[in-house]
């Protein structure tokens, strides 16, 4: 074939899908041949030797640089689509670069080469006439950094696309800028004059617009004036009113006094005549309401914060902000709760009674060492006990570790390996999730008996899957069946548990690549399915393929050991849809809490548990002399087992079997028949590190767990303003049902009349959760796959991703198998509603979905969304909103008012579960009722949104383990919203709006405040924009996260979504006092920076760029540092009476890759 050349490419149906076709996504009818149709775009000579992953920084940039210079002489010789693929290749070699870590030069060098190569592209995609692609690449250009006239010819590209889209007004200020940087350069002169002069034609055009649309113009400046008239924006005038009226509680007796029956007739007479003004009956009213414990901010500082931002009131703002075709018409209405919400007594007792009806059996390093430290020891212990080298910080549960490590096998053999084998043997939860996940991948997964397997010759297949031990208890060699894996390059993975690896041979051992399990058995209550502590272990050579977080040792700037997160260039929030996994924050809490249940307990106390009889129960009650009846899961099975080791079992009933004891009966006996065969026993020692053998009273473990504490700066000490993150209060009434038994106790598969308690909290919560966003019915992405697919349109495979989203949103569109197509962003932050609407009549016949934030990630409420939604939907698409900020949405409006079909709630957010340093999360997902019949099922506890589901050919498939994923911590957010009820939950939404607002305004003369609405206002985060003071002193966003430190707070998110910013969010839970401290600390920051602009600080050496400053740096008796000491520990007065010490000095990120240590040294 020629470049250029298309062809067709038929297959037939034997090496196809075969005789059995595939009912998975994409369908394809049985005995079908299947045909593709391919087009040769160019040749590029790839070196296999050094993956990407493997390269040095410092390689990956010549290479980068080498590829676009490949292009850049191929677009002189008129190959356009050549040079295009070269442009791309030569971004897949930085785009994993740009990350947190990368700071000073190496992140310069980055963007540069990111910046001159998107430059190139939006060049060759004018030449191709895509007007849109050349914008959206231009702008993300711009985003960069660049010289001066590299910027000239970005913003002259972005302009002409923005002419050839209608962007006319657009067109013009991006010539306009680009004419004042290069007034001399008669290319942009003459492009400024043609596009002025069409902006004029079109003004003028617009005089001719129907008399509606003058009317509604017109009524805007009327509005306008009046505004300037009185003083005041036009923003604040919209539904803003002032009525004099009595204090809250009071209320008038003078005109019912004759109803009144009083017990006291005398005195009540006598008091009669004075009874005829206002009295209060705020006395009278419970003193454990929920509300004020929760919403810090008081009515008059919230009234003084409104005035500082312009507005009459509260509710002015509020109406100025949000825009008034979303706004929520009414209070909402919530199961089992008041408007006004109830007292904290009468929930408690509400929901004990409730519970009763149960039966039961981001981050920096520097201040974040104590959960560091435990979650190392968690992976220490997993790479232990699991006999292999690499352990991750956890998954979600073993279901879906399981997927990742299939997913993992297929990314490891380059997706040239289809099939992937599973052994019946393995839970039925666990093969369900599987086989969801492989639709989205592609793969084929094939379940049966693992005897039976041949993998003599098998090039097709990437992985397998075993049980260890077994889901029926056995225990079986697979040294055999590993043995033959190897040789044929194909991955074994096994799923296993951590208790029962103390007593079995390692998977390592016996030639696992990868182990997995959940953690639930060491320390963890069952809590009806979670949360428990996924766990993944590898080989070494695997590590950059390994999902979720991984902690890692590296040192500080004083070379001492300190721990961070480590190579997270694997993950979504910067590889986005090239990402290993869509798994950002996992289970980190409960890691912990395995991680230092083997730390109490060491190798010896798990030696001891572990040599229980795990699944048998002995059935007699009292003595018994020489026959014990054995309760076990599969008596024929046992039977069967033991004939075959000669020994000999009375098979009683189905799940009963006896055995008899006399005197010959020796201990060995005994042991071959509840224990293991020798050749599987465990041989090798394990938690050897000296951390395991040295807390094992109550008191030095208590210690123990508080040392690790002390190192970590967390609610209890200051606001944690992480954009995007919303920590708010975790209330103890919150939290105090999840310790109750009646909860925690509860097996995941457990009859449903044993669990009607939670089934209840169930349906109350989920009648919540709709109306809270609008929705009929309580995942997403794959519940919209699964529509498509039963409407016949399994070909709908486009999903559009506004660049702007985090990572998360194109991570998880890949993994179901979508093809991401990325929309830009105006200079405002909004969407770019003429480029989506391009791109959804481009992809209209394979539109699958939009994934959009609201508000947006940029912290603002765009007028356009309702515009938005419907442009998808006329195209066949379905929108999926990610609902990270539903924290300025609750009460106010709705996913379903908005447009939305799906919704995914982070409850951990906006719903008070506490972020765990990483977990547990719960995501339910609200859909509009024609989504609900595919919404996901479970093999073994039916699901779903309808009366009576029962699982049928509609549904998603199996998302999770347990049938109600992370059932346990889903009191918390019931409670949250019960207490609360409909009036409060808006106003928290109204204050965590406030406080952002107030806290910009004051910030705003001291930083670049980058986005605001139409009303100068922001959502419920803002984003400062750093790269101003970057360019002239070299201070980067980092910088002030690490001096925040030393003024006893953590850093917002850094360089997210926005690369130099930093986005800040505070919420209604704090108080105008820590406010006001945090604004404080950021304006002296501020001088700081300002010191060193006039030159009166080192631009090297300063009290920024040495930040933060431990204890022992202080302290140390030489201190050569150009400032005092007293400026950099105590830097304001309110620090010396509540200093919180980090820990390290600042963590070095690149060696902590480039040395890779992820299990605790022996000498820590």
């Known amino acids: 074939m020629k470049v250029g050349e298309k062809a067709k490419l038929r297959v037939a149906a034997r090496y196809g899908y075969g005789a059995a076709g595939s009912f998975s996504f994409p369908f394809v009818p049985p005995g079908s041949d299947l045909e593709y149709e391919l087009e040769l775009l160019g040749f590029d000579e790839v070196d296999e030797e050094v993956p990407v992953s493997s390269m040095l920084f410092e390689d990956r940039l010549e290479a980068a640089e080498r590829r676009r210079k490949e292009g850049n002489a191929l677009l002189e010789q008129g190959e356009v689509d050549r040079a295009l693929g070269k442009y791309e290749l030569a971004l897949s070699y930085v785009d994993q670069d740009l990350l947190m870590q990368l700071d000073g030069p190496h992140l310069e060098a980055a963007q540069s080469v990111r910046s001159v190569t998107q430059g190139n592209i939006a060049a060759v995609r ?9 914008a959206a690449a231009a702008t993300e250009a711009l985003s960069g950094t660049a010289t001066r006239a590299t910027r000239v010819k970005l913003l002259y590209r972005r302009g002409v696309a923005r002419r050839r889209l209608g962007q006319t007004g657009d067109a013009v200020r991006d ?24 902006l004029r034609e079109e003004q003028k055009s617009s005089d001719k617009l129907p008399d509606a649309a003058f009317r509604m113009g017109r009524s805007r400046s009327l509005v306008r ?4 008239l009185r003083g005041r924006s036009a923003a604040s005038s919209s539904g803003a009113s002032v009525a004099l009226r009595a204090p809250a509680g009071a209320t008038s007796v003078h005109s019912s006094l004759s109803d009144v029956t009083p017990s006291l007739a005398p005195l009540w007479s006598a008091a009669r005549p004075a009874l005829t003004r206002l009295i209060s009956t705020e006395s009278l009213q419970p003193s454990d309401v929920f509300e004020p414990r929760h919403n810090s901010i008081t009515p008059a500082e919230a009234q ?19 825009p008034a075709s979303i706004r929520r018409p009414s209070v909402m209405e919530l199961a089992t709760s008041a408007p006004e919400g109830v007292t904290e007594a009468r929930f408690l007792a509400d929901f004990r009674a409730m519970a009763q009806k149960n039966v039961y059996t981001p981050y920096q390093a520097e201040i974040a060492q104590g959960r560091l430290e435990a979650l190392l020891i968690f992976q220490t212990a997993v790479s232990d006990l699991t006999g292999l080298p690499m352990a991750n910080a956890s998954l979600l549960d073993e279901a879906t570790a399981a997927a990742e490590a299939m997913a993992m096998c297929s990314a490891l053999a380059r997706g040239k390996k289809p099939r992937f084998l599973v052994s019946a043997s393995c839970h039925p939860q666990t093969i369900a999730v599987v086989q969801t996940r492989a639709a989205g991948l592609g793969l084929q997964v094939e379940v049966g008996d693992e005897a039976a397997w041949d993998l003599e010759g098998a090039q097709d297949v990437c992985g397998v899957l075993v049980q260890y031990p077994a ?72 590590k950059r393929a390994l999902p979720g977080r991984i902690i890692g040792v590296s040192r500080d700037a004083t070379g001492a050991r300190a721990l961070r997160m480590a190579l997270q260039t694997r993950e979504q929030h910067i590889r986005r849809d090239k990402a290993t996994s869509n798994i950002c924050t996992a289970q980190a809490l409960l890691a912990n809490i395995a991680g230092l249940y083997a730390v109490y307990h060491g190798p010896e106390g798990l030696n001891r548990i572990g040599r229980r009889l795990p699944g048998v129960r002995v059935e007699n009650e009292g003595a018994f002399f020489d026959t014990v009846r054995l309760h076990v899961g599969d008596a024929r099975g046992l039977v069967a087992a033991g004939h075959a080791e000669r020994i000999n079992l009375r098979l ?13 009966t020796t201990l060995a006996d005994v042991d071959a028949l509840l224990h293991i065969p020798a050749s599987l026993r465990r041989a090798s020692p394990f938690l050897q590190h000296r951390v395991f053998s040295a807390y094992h009273t109550e008191h030095e473990m208590l210690r123990f767990l508080k040392r690790l504490e002390n190192k970590d700066l967390s609610l209890a000490h200051a606001m944690i303003p992480l954009g995007s993150c919303t920590m708010k209060l975790n209330a103890t009434t919150e939290m105090a049902p999840i310790t109750w038994p009646e909860f925690a106790d509860v097996h995941p598969f457990a009859p449903l009349e044993q669990a009607q308690g939670y089934h209840s909290m169930f349906a109350a919560l989920s009648q919540q959760l709709a109306e809270i966003t609008g929705f009929d019915a309580y995942a997403g992405l794959a519940t919209i796959v699964a529509y498509h697919r039963a409407r016949g349109e399994g070909h709908r495979d486009v999903c559009l991703i506004p660049v702007s989203a985090h990572g998360t949103n194109p991570a998880s569109a890949a993994m179901c198998g979508l093809r991401i197509v990325p929309i830009g962003v105006d200079k405002a932050g909004n969407v770019d509603v003429a480029e989506l609407a391009a791109k959804a009549a481009e992809h209209a016949e394979n539109l699958a979905a939009l994934m959009i934030t609201y508000p947006s990630t940029h912290g603002i409420y765009e007028d356009g969304i309702d515009e938005v939604c419907r442009i998808v939907h006329a195209h066949g698409g379905q929108v999926y909103m990610d609902g990270a900020n539903m924290n300025a949405q609750v009460g106010l409006t709705a996913p379903g008012l908005i447009g939305a079909d799906v919704c995914h709630l982070n409850l951990h957010k906006t719903f008070c579960i506490p972020h765990g340093g990483g977990g547990p999360g719960m995501g339910p997902i609200g859909v509009k009722r024609h989504l609900a019949p595919h919404l996901p099922t479970n093999p073994v506890v039916p699901t779903g949104a309808l009366p009576d589901f029962q699982g049928d050919e509609r549904a998603c498939g ?44 004051r910030l705003e003369n001291h930083y670049n405040v980058l986005f605001h609405g139409p009303a100068g206002t922001c959502a419920h985060e803002f984003i400062l924009d ?52 945090f604004v404080d600390a950021m304006i002296a920051i501020r001088a700081e920076i300002e010191a060193i602009a006039t030159g009166d600080a080192d631009k090297k050496d300063n009290v920024l760029k040495n930040a933060p400053h431990p204890a022992h740096v202080v302290l140390a008796d030489a201190w050569d540092r150009p400032y005092a000491r007293e400026l950099a520990a105590y830097p304001t007065e309110w620090v010396r009476r509540a200093k919180f010490w980090p820990s390290t000095s600042r963590v070095d990120n690149v060696y902590g890759d480039r040395q890779l240590v992820t299990r605790l040294p022996d000498d820590a």
């Open 126 to 134: 004018l030449r191709q006439e895509d007007w849109a692609g050349a």
């Open 175 to 198: 010539l306009r800028e680009a004419a004042a940087l290069a007034p001399d350069d008669v290319t942009v002169r003459r492009q400024l004059l043609q596009t002025e002069a069409q």
């Open 225 to 228: 004036l009046a505004a300037l």
């Open 304 to 322: 003084e914060m409104v005035e500082l931002l312009g507005f009459e009131s509260l509710d002015a703002m509020i109406d100025a902000t949000v």
């Open 471 to 542: 889901t029926d208890g056995s225990v079986r060699d697979y040294a055999a069946l590993a043995a033959s894996a190897k040789a044929n390059g194909v991955r074994v993975v096994a799923a296993t548990d951590l208790l029962a690896l103390t007593q079995l041979a390692p998977p390592g051992e016996w030639g696992a690549d990868i182990a997995l399990g959940s953690a639930q058995r060491f320390g963890v209550p069952m809590g009806y399915g979670g949360p428990h502590a996924a766990f993944l272990a590898c080989r070494e050579e695997y």
């Open 652 to 664: 009683l009933d189905e799940h009963t079997v006896t055995v008899s004891l006399d005197e010959t």
């Open 958 to 1001: 199996a998302i999770s383990a347990a049938p109600f994923g992370s059932a346990l911590i889903l009191p918390i957010s019931y409670a949250y919203i019960t207490l609360m009820g409909g009036h409060a939950l808006a106003r928290a939404s109204k204050l965590a709006i406030l406080n952002a607002n107030y806290m910009a305004k």
């Open 1026 to 1077: 750093i790269r101003p003071l970057t360019a002239a002193t070299g201070v980067d966003p980092e910088d002030i996260a690490k001096r925040l430190i030393d003024y006893g707070f953590h850093a917002p998110t850094m360089s997210w979504p926005v690369a130099g910013t930093l986005m800040i969010e505070p919420t209604e839970s704090e108080s105008k006092a820590e406010l006001d401290r």
